[in-house]
Nanobody, 115 residues
């Protein structure tokens, strides 16, 4: 059974940085896409960034130039380095693993950007 465990959320001041981690277990993992979504109160869940098993990244416009997604294949882990954080980045961030035809989700980690 696939499980995703996230870590790294917290409270940070505007302009600060955080790194989120998501470790996947319960493989084996064949071709897949891992990504980060976020959901702020009153908003729909939205894709922030994703990366294929081949290492190709995708970024939402809101993340371009500030966030970097990466994978550590030996640990089945995906990271989201978030720099220059803004108050509008405040949300619960969810790790996602898409392995056709299923989506798997982590429990979510809170990121709060506030002075």
């Amino acid at each position: 059974q696939v499980q995703l465990v996230e870590s790294g959320g917290g409270l940070v001041q505007p302009g600060g940085s955080l790194r989120l981690s998501c470790a996947a277990s319960g493989g084996p993992f064949r071709l897949n896409v891992m990504g980060w979504y976020r959901q702020a109160p009153g908003n729909e869940r939205e894709l922030v960034a994703s990366i294929t098993s081949g290492g190709s990244p995708y970024y939402a416009d809101s993340a371009k130039g500030r966030f970097t997604i990466s994978r550590e294949y030996a640990k089945n882990t995906v990271y989201l380095q978030m720099n220059s954080l803004k108050s509008e980045d405040t949300a619960v961030y969810y790790c996602n693993l898409y392995m056709f035809p299923n989506h798997y989700w982590g429990q979510g980690t809170q990121v709060t950007v506030s002075s």
